[in-house]
T-cell receptor
Framework: KQEVTQIPAALSVPEGENLVLNCSFT??????LQWFRQDPGKGLTSLLL?????REQTSGRLNASLDKSSGRSTLYIAASQPGDSATYLC????????????FGSGTRLLVRP | EPEVTQTPSHQVTQMGQEVILRCVPI?????FYWYRQILGQKVEFLVS????????KSEIFDDQFSVERPDGSNFTLKIRSTKLEDSAMYFC?????????????FGPGTRLTVL
């Protein structure tokens, strides 16, 4: 059964720092992996999607990498800003015959001015 | 930019009552989903829906739950007889297709409180 884990659970950094959020999954047979942002009491905003055949994806200050064989993904945020403060979730889609996303518990990020 | 919308934003109900949560997916999307997030826990998949039928469901999605696309725009989740443990944030999502490049877009959620 696929399990998704995110470390650390919480992170507090000063503005301007580059930071890395980690996501690991137990079964390497995934179809794709998505990173989401969740603001308190709000919905999920998709940030990046990496297909299983890809190694990384970039969007602005965000870069996500995927190492399927080791069951890991990282989300790199460059030059962090207070507006980046949110919970970041990763989710894997197990296979092409499955529609569901399996989520990690998230990393709560606080960027201090 | 198109977005998924959900109503109501907050629903309070008594245990044993029926509730219907409503979603309007992005207009040209073909796949629809419900997820839930109990306070402090992970987001969990409930059900996916395509071509007017359920394509996949989780163990959580038992007989008290049902989904429907009553017209060309709405997608609903019905909980027949609510329990205290159904209190959660319920998210609707939609996608254009189910290929590996396809993103699921989530709505803002409905917070369901069962008293």
């Amino acid at each position: 059964k696929q399990e998704v884990t995110q470390i650390p659970a919480a992170l507090s950094v000063p503005e301007g720092e580059n930071l890395v959020l980690n996501c690991s999954f137990t079964d390497s047979a995934i179809y794709n992996l998505q990173w989401f942002r969740q603001d308190p009491g709000k919905g999920l905003t998709s940030l990046l999607l990496i297909q299983s055949s890809q190694r990384e994806q970039t969007s602005g200050r965000l870069n996500a990498s995927l190492d399927k064989s080791s069951g890991r993904s990282t989300l790199y945020i460059a030059a962090s800003q207070p507006g980046d403060s949110a919970t970041y979730l990763c989710a894997v889609r197990p296979g092409d015959s499955s529609y569901k996303l399996i989520f990690g518990s998230g990393t709560r990020l606080l960027v201090r001015p | 930019e198109p977005e998924v919308t959900q109503t109501p934003s907050h629903q309070v109900t008594q245990m044993g009552q029926e509730v219907i949560l409503r979603c309007v997916p992005i207009s040209n999307h073909l796949y629809f989903y419900w997820y839930r997030q109990i306070l402090g826990q992970k987001v969990e998949f409930l059900v996916s829906f395509y071509n007017n039928e359920i394509s996949e469901k989780s163990e959580i999605f038992d007989d008290q739950f049902s989904v429907e696309r009553p017209d060309g725009s709405n997608f609903t989740l019905k909980i027949r007889s609510t329990k205290l443990e159904d209190s959660a944030m319920y998210f609707c999502a939609s996608s254009w297709d189910k290929t590996s490049t396809d993103t699921q877009y989530f709505g803002p959620g409905t917070r369901l409180t069962v008293l």
